[in-house]
C-alpha cells in the first residue's frame, strides 16, 4: 500500500529561519505530489503541486518543492520564514492513472515561527 | 473565489446516536471525497463519490457510514450508529476531475462523541 512519511512532527524557527520539511512516499508508480498548509482555525489550502516536468515546482508565498524521484521525495522549502508561516504542513500523494485520485497524506508537521 | 462549505461546524453526539454531517461542494465539480483527522493523527481517506455513487472507499468505511448526493448542492455522510472512535475532525473536498486537478477541501467538521 501506497504510504507518505514526513519526518518533522514539530519544527520550531526564528523569523528569517530557511526551513525545508522532509516528505518520502512509498510507491513504485508514477504519483502526483502535494504540499497543503493549513493555518490555525482554517481548512487545508494547497500551497504546491507536481504532476510532471520541471521537478522543482513553486507554489503559493514563496514556497518551493523539489521531487527527487531517485529518493522518493518531495521536500518543502522557503529560504526565509515569517511568523504568518505558522501553521501545520501536510505532504500527499494521489497514484497517477488511479481511480479516483484520493490523497494520501503524512501525518503532517506543525511550523511555529517564532517572531 | 468559491468555497467548500461544511455544517455544522462542531456536532457533539452521544455514543449510538445517528449523525448526518453535511458539505456543498464547489458547483461545477464532479468528484467528491470525504476524509477523517483523528485529533494527533493524519488524515485518512475515506470514500470518494462520482456520478451518483462510490467510486472508491476505504477500510474505514464500513456499513455504519453511508454517502449521499440528496439535490444539485448537497454532499452528505451519514454515521448510522456512532463509536467512541468515531470522534474526529471530517473533511470534505471536491475537484472537477481528477487526472491534474487538486481537490479543494471544506473547514471540517468536528464530531465529538460522548
Known amino acids: 500500500a501506497q504510504s507518505v512519511s514526513q519526518h518533522n512532527h514539530h519544527v520550531i524557527l526564528s523569523e528569517a529561519a530557511s526551513l525545508e520539511l522532509g516528505c518520502n512516499y512509498s510507491?513504485?508508480?508514477?504519483?502526483?505530489l502535494f504540499w497543503y498548509v493549513q493555518y490555525p482555525g482554517q481548512h487545508l489550502q494547497l500551497l504546491l503541486k507536481?504532476?510532471?516536468?520541471?521537478?522543482l515546482v513553486k507554489g503559493i508565498k514563496g514556497f518551493e518543492a523539489e521531487f527527487i524521484k531517485s529518493k522518493f521525495s518531495f521536500n518543502l522549502r522557503k529560504p526565509s520564514v515569517q511568523w504568518s508561516d505558522t501553521a501545520e504542513y501536510f505532504c500527499?500523494?494521489?497514484?497517477?492513472?488511479?481511480?479516483?485520485?484520493?490523497?494520501?497524506f503524512g501525518t503532517g508537521t506543525l511550523l511555529a515561527v517564532q517572531p | 473565489e468559491p468555497e467548500v462549505t461544511q455544517t455544522p461546524s462542531h456536532q457533539v453526539t452521544q455514543m449510538g446516536q445517528e449523525v448526518i454531517l453535511r458539505c456543498v461542494p464547489i458547483?461545477?465539480?464532479?468528484?467528491f471525497y470525504w476524509y477523517r483527522q483523528i485529533l494527533g493523527q493524519k488524515v485518512e481517506f475515506l470514500v470518494s463519490?462520482?456520478?451518483?455513487?462510490?467510486?472508491?472507499k476505504s477500510e474505514i468505511f464500513d456499513d455504519q457510514f453511508s454517502v449521499e448526493r440528496p439535490d444539485g448542492s448537497n454532499f452528505t455522510l451519514k454515521i448510522r450508529s456512532t463509536k467512541l472512535e468515531d470522534s474526529a475532525m471530517y473533511f470534505c473536498?471536491?475537484?472537477?476531475?481528477?487526472?491534474?486537478?487538486?481537490?479543494?477541501f471544506g473547514p471540517g467538521t468536528r464530531l465529538t462523541v460522548t
Open positions: 473536498a471536491s475537484t472537477p476531475g481528477t487526472a491534474t486537478y487538486e481537490q479543494y
Open positions: 510507491y513504485g508508480g508514477t504519483v502526483n
Open positions: 507536481y504532476f510532471s516536468g520541471d521537478p
Open positions: 500527499a500523494v494521489t497514484v497517477y492513472g488511479g481511480a479516483t485520485n484520493k490523497l494520501i
Open positions: 458547483s461545477n465539480h464532479l468528484y
Open positions: 463519490f462520482y456520478n451518483n455513487e462510490i467510486s472508491e
